[in-house]
């Protein structure tokens, strides 16, 4: 079956511009979640998307935002990019959601680099 | 503030039993304990998951102390194929995941 898609893999954003990175989640599964991986920082948690709902979202500041689709896939918006939201952002997806056992399937991530 | 420590690296032998240590201290009751691998330029793999009692499973197996507060990841025959960084995790009852720092573990022929 097909894994997590995420698009684009790469992408390259000036200052002050906004950006849309899109998750396409496994068949059937309805958590979507998203993740910043920057050397610095390692992995944070972003937010969790379950059937349109956001039901968790890390500390982050509200230029990060996402919304998922009735079919599940997800989109995650930064506006007003800064130097510092250069990262790997990956997108999860679970069957109900992965903290009570179903665990998670990562996508291969967006490299987003931000000049 | 609740942290997840691991070591930042190690070093394995091939064929050799390889235990990876994690420090979750401030774990609470229902959060469950996971681990992930990761290879260069990929998203992180599932390798197992806990919440009381040690785990096993094809790949590996999870030791779980007993007051939870720490946890040991068990790869029996370590291979080159496993050389990533492994992450152990905490995942609460909300489906947030806290990620430790990650180890780098270094398999040598």
């Known amino acids: 079956k097909a894994g997590v898609t995420q698009t684009p893999r790469y992408l390259i954003k000036t200052r002050g511009q906004q950006v849309t990175l899109s998750c396409s989640p496994i068949s059937g599964h309805r958590s979507v979640s998203w993740y910043q991986q920057t050397p610095g920082q390692g992995l944070q948690f972003l937010f969790e998307?379950?059937?349109?709902?956001?039901?968790n979202k890390g500390n982050f500041p509200g230029r990060f935002s996402g919304r998922q689709f009735s079919n599940s896939r997800s989109e995650m918006n930064v506006s007003t990019l800064e130097l510092g939201d250069s990262a790997l952002y990956l997108c999860?997806?679970?069957?109900?959601?992965?903290?009570?056992?179903?665990?998670?399937?990562f996508g291969s991530g967006t490299r987003l680099t931000v000049v | 503030d609740a942290k997840t420590t691991q070591p930042n690296s190690m070093e394995s032998n091939e064929e050799e039993p390889v235990h990876l240590p994690c420090n979750h201290s401030t774990i609470s009751g229902t959060d469950y304990i996971h681990w992930y691998r990761q290879l260069p330029s990929q998203g992180p793999e599932y390798v197992i998951h806990g919440l009381t009692s040690n785990v096993n499973n094809r790949m590996a197996s999870l030791a779980i102390a007993e007051d939870r507060k720490s946890s040991t990841l068990i790869l029996h025959r370590a291979t080159l194929r496993d050389a990533a960084v492994y992450y152990c995790?905490?995942?609460?009852?909300?489906?947030?995941?806290?990620f430790g720092g990650g180890t780098r573990l270094m398999v040598k022929p």
């Open positions: 995790i905490r995942a609460n009852a909300g489906n947030m995941l806290t």
């Open positions: 998307y379950f059937s349109e709902t956001q039901r």
């Open positions: 999860a997806s679970s069957l109900m959601g992965g903290a009570r056992g179903w665990g998670y399937t």
